[in-house]
């Protein structure tokens, strides 16, 4: 015998909710706590959702996002929070540690991202999402989304010496010392 | 940036170029823009090359089996209210069901209603606890004879707990919890191995129907057999997969129904 069910549509979306997670945390438990989170969330709000307005993907990645940053906020007091700010664009942000750092791959170009222009990559180059559904899970103007993304990219270039990261035979990104 | 005023481009169009989200018309500007502005060639083919990279950088994290626990979230939902057009027949057509069973005990292939849930309860207890770091049970072995006596008072039946030694499993201690049947009261005992895999087994009063032989029931990774005897419903869950948990289930049952 079999418990027999439909699979619900957000079933699908989990691993893109996984991965969309543990690119804001970084930290796997924490990112899978948090699509725990999401996902009672969002079957409880279901039936609100507005059908064809609300894409279930950019609907879900937004609920997660929210949940993320209220925790972020809950945590605020916290002396070795790391600061959220955007704008920090120089060694300062990081303590100036990731001078030192030998780049190994692009994981760890990215972990030197603040989390939401490291999130906002994600959904834009890589889950595709539009400018507007971006800045519709992010909550932030569509002005925003724009300017975040250009320094998110420009920092990352940066990082990665002025090279594109590419992908050598060993399946991770090479990159050199960041002077 | 210079340029004339026509074909003045911004940042946020070298964006939009790379993200492809450009209307086709202004896509030649933008190159036309390009080719006469080298750095601005030079970091649009750095974000196209960082796109690439970040696809397939990301692209693994896809592959990932899903924890069980997230899964046993939506075991939880009731089927037709995810469709929110049928919802409020859903409503009335569970009110209905539920009248006379649990929800889960539609269909043919459920033996009887009243223990239909048994397995379901079962699995959604182990699910939640068995991946307890920090507070797996409330109770631990060490208070055996404590925890023995304090469940099977609330549970309302003399418990006997199963030494799983022979199967190289050990108890870890066990819990309280709510049961949707008898005095709504539930104990769950838990067993660990070498390995670190948990089994757990539950124990509800209230089953009404008459007592039954074995019985498997498996969802996502959780397998449960589960059986009822004297108005106590019993049920053995892991994760190990039907062929191991099979002969721990059986164990279980000797020592219990003997």
């Known amino acids: 015998m079999q418990f027999r069910r439909q699979p619900h549509p957000i079933e699908a979306e989990i691993p893109r909710l996984r991965r969309f997670a543990l690119t804001l945390t970084r930290e ?35 609920i997660l996002h929210n949940r993320w940053r209220s925790r972020q906020q809950r945590d605020w007091a916290r002396p070795d929070n790391r600061p959220l700010d955007d704008a ?30 490291r999130a906002l990559l994600l959904l834009v180059a890589v889950e595709g999402l539009s400018y507007e559904e971006a800045a519709r899970v992010q909550a932030i103007p569509l002005g925003t989304v724009m300017s975040r993304l250009a320094r ?23 990159l050199r010392r960041v002077k | 940036m210079s340029g004339s005023p026509a074909t003045m481009v911004t940042e946020a169009e070298l964006l939009a170029y790379v993200d492809d989200r450009l209307p086709p018309e202004r896509r ?99 699910l939640v606890y068995s991946k307890e770091v920090l507070h797996p049970v409330e109770v631990t072995a060490k208070e055996e004879p404590h925890l023995v006596a304090w469940l099977s008072k609330r549970v309302g039946t003399a418990l006997k707990v199963p030494s799983l030694a022979t199967q190289g499993y050990g108890l870890v201690g066990g819990r309280l919890l709510p049961a949707s049947s008898g005095n709504n009261a539930a104990a769950q ?66 020592q219990l129904t003997r």
Request: hydrophobic share 45%.
């Open chain 2, 28 to 126: 030649a500007d933008i190159e036309a823009h390009l080719a006469l502005h080298p750095e601005d060639a030079a970091k649009v083919a750095a974000w196209q090359a960082q796109t690439e990279a970040l696809r397939s950088h990301f692209a693994p994290g896809l592959d990932e089996p899903v924890p069980a626990a997230m899964m046993a979230l939506f075991a939880a939902q009731r089927p037709s209210v995810w469709m929110p057009a049928l919802r409020i027949a859903a409503v009335l057509a569970i009110v209905v069901v539920s009248a006379g069973a649990g929800w889960f005990g539609r269909g043919a292939m459920m033996p009887a209603p009243v223990v239909a849930a048994l397995p379901q309860e079962a699995t959604r207890a182990h």
């Open chain 1, 28 to 62: 796997r438990d924490a990112a899978d706590d948090l699509v725990q989170d999401c996902i009672a969330r969002a079957l409880g709000a279901w039936a609100t959702r507005r059908g064809d307005a609300d894409a279930l993907r950019p609907w879900l990645f937004a």
């Open chain 1, 88 to 117: 920090g664009e120089g060694p300062s942000e990081s303590g100036g540690q990731w001078e030192k750092l030998e780049l190994r791959d692009l994981d760890a170009a990215l972990a030197l991202l603040p989390d939401e222009q």
């Open chain 2, 189 to 254: 005992f838990m067993y660990e191995n070498r390995q670190g895999q948990r089994l757990t087994l539950y124990v509800r009063s209230g089953e009404g129907g008459s007592d039954t032989s074995f019985r498997f029931a498996g969802e996502g990774h959780a397998a449960a057999f589960y059986w009822v005897d004297g108005g106590f419903g019993y049920a053995l869950t892991g994760e190990s997969g039907r062929e191991a948990l099979l002969p721990v289930a059986r164990a279980v049952y000797e």
């Open chain 1, 152 to 174: 998110a990219r420009e920092r990352l270039r940066q990082l990665t010496d002025g090279e594109p990261p590419s992908v050598n035979e060993g399946g991770r990104s090479h």
